[in-house]
């Protein structure tokens, strides 16, 4: 069983940054490709960011190259995603996720989900 615990979200004007942090538990925090999702309002959930075990592989949605940079530490369990050039279409709940590796590097279908953390850009 995995927990992940968000934090960092807030209020923003565009063209700032906010840096995201999730914490997991557990000792198999390696065996999981981590990332990020995001949802906004009367949206579905979309996929944000992803990297991979060892932090070698990272993954982005279009929308986000260039601006957003995802990270791990695997000594401390966390993962980060560092959002920066924010605008306001970036408004969302963000979510980290946990997704086994064997089942590959898209997280197209997350073990895990965290409660999610409220970024809102304001223009």
């Known amino acids: 069983q995995v927990q992940l615990v968000e934090s960092g979200g807030g209020l923003v004007q565009a063209g700032g940054s906010l840096r995201l942090s999730c914490a997991a538990s557990?000792?198999?925090?390696?065996?999981?490709?981590m990332g990020w999702f995001r949802q906004a309002p009367g949206k579905e959930r979309e996929f944000v960011a992803a990297?991979?075990?060892?932090?070698?592989?990272?993954y982005y949605a279009d929308s986000v190259k260039g601006r957003f940079t995802i990270s791990r530490d695997n000594a401390k369990n966390t993962v980060h995603l560092q959002m920066n050039s924010l605008k306001p279409e970036d408004t969302a709940v963000y979510y980290c996720?946990?997704?086994?590796?064997?089942?590959?590097?898209?997280?197209?279908?997350?073990?895990?989900w965290g409660q999610g953390t409220q970024v809102t850009v304001s223009s």
């Open positions: 996720a946990a997704q086994y590796w064997m089942k590959g590097v898209t997280l197209s279908n997350p073990d895990y």
């Open positions: 557990g000792r198999t925090f390696t065996t999981y490709t």
């Open positions: 990297v991979t075990r060892s932090g070698g592989s990272t």
